[in-house]
């Protein structure tokens, strides 16, 4: 049992400090050294981990889809209204990118991949987003105008984008960065005025 603790408390060192790693380097410029260096291990129980540096990488992708999950599971099983679930949800994705090192890195991850992963962060948001927002058209919270295929992508691109803007300046995931946005493009996703007001007014 003392055997088994250690060796996950090991592993979980490695896991936060490829993160680390890998959030300030990026994947290809980061060394397994390095890494063990930054986990106070040695690259052997490294190696008793992980095989490679890829393997290393997925796991951190894993463990940041598992944190995602917490929020995205939350907003799936809340009740309506599915719009104001689905901008808390993305204040709360914010929140973590500003303060979660291993989401950040499995986020940072899925970019630089040639083909990000489908049980990857990025993945997982974007089905996110687009079932809330199917949701949202089946209970009539919509505007009949709008596509929930075309919001879908054009929230999923501006809160990535945020990610990707926010690695080189927080200020892109601060509350009122997320508040100018959901002010511009609430009052033409929601079906009238006053559910509008109601969720700006929560924001």
């Given at each position: 049992?003392?055997?088994?603790?250690?060796?996950?408390?090991?592993?979980?060192?490695?896991?936060?400090?490829?993160?680390?790693?890998?959030?300030?380097?990026g994947?290809i410029?980061s060394?397994?050294?390095?890494?063990?260096?930054?986990?106070?291990?040695?690259?052997?129980?490294?190696?008793?981990h992980?095989?490679?540096?890829?393997?290393?990488a997925k796991a951190v992708?894993?463990?940041?889809a598992?944190?995602?999950?917490?929020?995205t599971?939350?907003?799936?099983?809340?009740a309506?209204?599915?719009?104001?679930?689905?901008?808390d949800?993305?204040?709360a994705?914010?929140?973590l990118l500003?303060?979660?090192v291993?989401?950040?890195?499995g986020?940072?991850?899925c970019?630089e991949?040639?083909?990000?992963?489908?049980?990857?962060?990025?993945?997982?948001?974007?089905?996110f987003v687009?079932?809330?927002?199917?949701?949202?058209?089946?209970?009539g919270?919509?505007?009949?105008?709008?596509?929930?295929?075309e919001?879908?992508?054009?929230?999923?691109?501006a809160?990535?984008?945020?990610?990707l803007?926010?690695?080189?300046?927080?200020?892109?995931?601060?509350?009122?960065?997320?508040t100018?946005?959901?002010?511009l493009?609430?009052?033409?996703?929601?079906?009238?005025?006053?559910?509008v007001?109601?969720?700006a007014?929560?924001?």
């Amino acid at each position: 049992m003392v055997q088994q603790e250690r060796a996950a408390r090991t592993r979980e060192a490695l896991l936060r400090a490829a993160a680390e790693t890998f959030d300030r380097e990026g994947f290809i410029p980061s060394a397994l050294t390095g890494i063990s260096d930054r986990a106070g291990v040695s690259k052997g129980a490294l190696h008793f981990h992980f095989t490679n540096k890829a393997g290393l990488a997925k796991a951190v992708e894993k463990e940041a889809a598992t944190v995602l999950r917490a929020i995205t599971g939350k907003a799936l099983t809340g009740a309506p209204p599915t719009l104001q679930r689905l901008v808390d949800a993305t204040y709360a994705l914010a929140a973590l990118l500003r303060e979660d090192v291993v989401v950040r890195a499995g986020f940072r991850l899925c970019c630089e991949r040639t083909r990000p992963p489908a049980e990857g962060p990025y993945a997982q948001w974007e089905r996110f987003v687009a079932r809330m927002l199917e949701r949202a058209y089946a209970e009539g919270s919509l505007a009949h105008t709008v596509s929930a295929r075309e919001a879908g992508q054009a929230i999923v691109a501006a809160t990535t984008g945020f990610e990707l803007l926010g690695r080189y300046d927080r200020r892109w995931l601060s509350a009122p960065s997320l508040t100018a946005f959901w002010s511009l493009l609430l009052p033409r996703l929601a079906t009238d005025r006053g559910q509008v007001t109601e969720a700006a007014a929560a924001l």
